[in-house]
């Protein structure tokens, strides 16, 4: 099994462009997650999604955006990139009340 | 108060020494506790589980204390590959949401 895979892992964007975090997992876990973690920061979770069709906002959404199609996929959508996201995002999936499986991380820089 | 705290470190101990780290949360109806260990740029990978009875894996003992609303993480005998940030994580009771500590930042030094 893969677990979680994210890509890309490193991405650099100018201010303003829009971009797709990908987001997939083959252990058919129903619950999955968006955090970002800046550095020397603790994570910040953006997004959740509890099911397909189900998404829902966590701590930090503003500028993003999810989708959650499939119980496999859950892309983090970046509209209009600002130097303020700039960060490490991280993907991970669990099942209810259990440990969540965390993808490598995607990199982002904005300038 | 913080949901869930941590004391960040750094702590330096050397090879060989038992170190122990506390977790407080604030919320006394979370059930599910698990430490994560985090490398430098890197994704946090779990650790273990915490159980309410205590539970214990090699060098790693994990502990609840339900009372006074923490958990705690010994690792016994240090090795220099046990540096790294170990978090923290509580769920939330009533979402489908994890709280994660900012983490305890272990070095051990040869």
């Known amino acids: 099994n893969a677990g979680v895979t994210q890509t890309p892992k490193f991405r650099i964007l100018k201010i303003g462009q829009s971009m797709t975090l990908q987001c997939a997992q083959d252990?058919?876990?129903?619950?999955m997650y968006w955090y970002r973690q800046d550095p020397g920061m603790g994570l910040k979770l953006i997004y959740y999604?509890?099911?397909?069709?189900?998404?829902d906002k966590g701590e930090v959404p503003n500028g993003y955006n999810v989708s959650r199609s499939t119980t496999e996929d859950f892309p983090l959508r970046l509209e209009l990139a600002a130097p303020s996201q700039t960060s490490v995002y991280f993907c991970a999936s669990c099942v209810s009340n259990q440990p969540q499986h965390f993808g490598d991380g995607t990199r982002l820089s904005i300038l | 108060r913080k949901e869930v705290e941590q004391d960040p470190g750094p702590f330096n101990v050397p090879e060989g020494a038992t170190v122990a780290f506390n977790c407080t949360y604030s919320n006394s109806a979370s059930q599910s506790f698990f430490w994560y260990r985090q490398d430098c740029r890197k994704e946090p990978k779990l650790l273990m589980s915490v159980y309410s009875s205590g539970n214990e894996d090699g060098r790693f003992t994990a502990q609840l204390n339900r009372a006074s609303q923490y958990i705690s993480l010994l690792i016994r005998d240090s090795k220099l590959s046990d540096s790294a940030t170990y978090l923290c994580?509580?769920?939330?009771?009533?979402?489908?949401?994890?709280?994660f500590g900012t983490g305890t930042r272990l070095k051990v030094l040869a």
């Open positions: 252990m058919n876990h129903n619950y």
């Open positions: 999604s509890v099911g397909a069709g189900i998404t």
């Open positions: 994580v509580v769920n939330s009771p009533g979402t489908y949401k994890y709280i």
